[in-house]
């Protein structure tokens, strides 16, 4: 299986941007997804989850401002992220949530500056 993220760049605060994640090789409309974010020298945080029947949940942090879809025909996750502010600036990982051999796509930078 293979995870490709793409969408991310340099925003202005306030802004918008959304992130797609195409997968390949999984059984996509079974399988829960997240988007994951890390800065440099923190831990990698998960900052939306989707699961095969699109239920969703999401870290406190983006509630509200941001919003994870799925596309089952074209195997595509997507993060909607709006009213976007410094303190987003991260690389964001797509991934598989089976709990089992799980994928990690290579990560999209979003960077967030006036």
């Known amino acids: 299986g293979q995870l490709q993220a793409s969408g991310g760049g340099l925003v202005q605060p306030g802004g918008s941007l959304r992130l797609s994640c195409a997968a390949s090789?999984?059984?996509?409309?079974?399988?829960?997804l997240a988007w994951y974010r890390q800065v440099p020298g923190k831990q990698r945080e998960l900052v939306a989850r989707i699961t095969g029947g699109s239920s969703t949940n999401y870290a406190d942090s983006v509630k509200g401002r941001f919003t994870i879809s799925r596309d089952n025909a074209k195997k595509l996750v997507y993060l909607q992220m709006n009213s976007l502010k410094p303190e987003d600036t991260a690389v964001y990982y797509c991934?598989?949530?089976?709990?089992?051999?799980?994928?990690w796509g290579q990560g999209t930078l979003v960077t967030v500056s006036s």
């Open positions: 090789g999984i059984a996509f409309s079974f399988t829960a």
């Open positions: 991934k598989t949530e089976r709990g089992w051999n799980d994928y």
